[in-house]
Nanobody, 124 residues
Framework: VQLQASGGGLVQAGGSLRLSCTTSGRPFSTYTVGWFRQAPGKEREFVGRISWSDSNTYYVDSVKGRFTISRDNAKNTVYLQMNSLKPEDTAVYYC??????????????????WGQGTELTVSS
């Protein structure tokens, strides 16, 4: 499955932005989708994921209460709504997918498919 992340941009601190992850080819409904981010000079880190089975979500502590992942299987799209953005949220954001993925899936190695990334810059 091919993934494409989009929606990045420049936002002021405290602002909001919504990223999208779309797929072409196979339907998205059986894929758990995760969001990761990578700041300059840092390793790629887990942000959150939404399960394929019941749309259960799980987030890293640093974004809980600010970020929300949702999915629209009819549109083959997963969203990452980001509110109350902080400069430390600046990174390239990637979506990833794992077919019938179960569990926390909070590691890069948990996913077989990756999008190309979209850049978010939060200015102070």
């Amino acid at each position: 499955v091919q993934l494409q992340a989009s929606g990045g941009g420049l936002v002021q601190a405290g602002g909001s932005l919504r990223l999208s992850c779309t797929t072409s080819g196979r339907p998205f409904s059986t894929y758990t989708v995760g969001w990761f981010r990578q700041a300059p000079g840092k390793e790629r880190e887990f942000v959150g994921r939404i399960s394929w089975s019941d749309s259960n979500t799980y987030y890293v502590d640093s974004v809980k209460g600010r970020f929300t992942i949702s999915r629209d299987n009819a549109k083959n799209t997963v969203y990452l709504q980001m509110n109350s953005l902080k400069p430390e949220d600046t990174a390239v954001y990637y979506c990833a997918a794992e077919n019938y993925g179960l569990g926390l899936l909070n590691k890069v190695s948990s996913y077989d498919y990756w999008g190309q990334g979209t850049e978010l810059t939060v200015s102070s």
